[in-house]
């Protein structure tokens, strides 16, 4: 008899900590690290951290009004936050409302000290848009650990998910542990997902001078006092 496989990222609690509507505006106060989830709108974010989490918490937040275009923070087992970016590039709306993502996010990624690592969602069949390669070049200029999920690959087939996989990755030039294909519909992908966000918490907790002092603070770290 073989036993079934662990779950990576077995979920005890989650907890919406609330929102962040504007660059300098309202945010949680918490000591955790962070992991953000960045993708244009449509692209099947929601449908991901369901199945990441295994609950429908995010869809049901992401569904109140005015939600859709703030950041929205979730604490995962009183020891991570998930922060959900607000999608951008929705066809349907004009150029201008479509370029106001950019100082919301920019600002947090900027400034938020616990933030360990991005999951950047692509639809599978797509071609990065320009606000995806804009997206991209942010997180390479702010250095920023991050991991590609290409979502709905239950869209094509097997052989066209290989071929598209491919073509993204060298693309964007990205290492083969860095690109996940990921399904909502099937659950593909969710346990390979769930490793590379358990390893990015990993890595940050590793590096992490503040872990070695006995306040927490790192005594040589810029950030201290900010
Ligand atoms: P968000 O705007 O990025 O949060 O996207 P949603 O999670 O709300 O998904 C947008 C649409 O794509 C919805 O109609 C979902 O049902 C659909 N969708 C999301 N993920 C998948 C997937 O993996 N496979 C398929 N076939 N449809 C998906």
Do not use: C
Not at 30 to 56: M, Q
Not at 90 to 119: M, N
């Amino acid at each position: 008899m073989s036993a079934a496989p662990l779950d990576p990222l077995v979920i005890r609690s989650l907890e919406f900590l609330g929102p962040m509507a504007t660059a300098h505006g309202w945010r949680p106060t918490h000591t955790f690290p962070e992991i953000a989830f960045a993708g244009r709108s449509n692209v099947g974010k929601s449908s991901l951290l369901n199945a990441l989490v295994r609950r429908k918490a995010f869809a049901r937040v992401s569904r109140t009004p005015g939600r859709t275009r703030e950041i929205n923070f979730f604490a995962v087992n009183s020891a991570f936050v998930f922060v959900d970016l607000p999608g951008y590039g929705y066809a349907r709306i004009s150029k201008t409302r479509q370029a106001e993502w950019r100082p919301l996010i920019e600002g947090f990624l900027r400034g938020s000290a616990q933030l360990k690592g991005i999951v950047q969602l692509l639809d599978v069949r797509h071609d990065p848009t320009d606000d995806d390669r804009q997206m991209l070049d942010l997180l390479a200029d702010i250095g920023l650990p991050t991991v590609v999920a290409a979502t709905k690959i239950d869209k094509i087939s097997r052989s066209q998910v290989e071929t598209r996989l491919k073509q993204i990755a060298r693309d964007l030039a990205l290492d083969d542990e860095q690109l996940i294909p990921f399904s909502a519909v099937t659950g593909a992908g969710r346990d390979d997902l769930a490793k590379a966000v358990v390893s990015l918490l990993a890595e940050s907790a590793a590096d992490d001078p503040a872990d070695d002092t006995a306040d927490g603070t790192a005594p040589d770290s810029p950030l201290v006092g900010v």
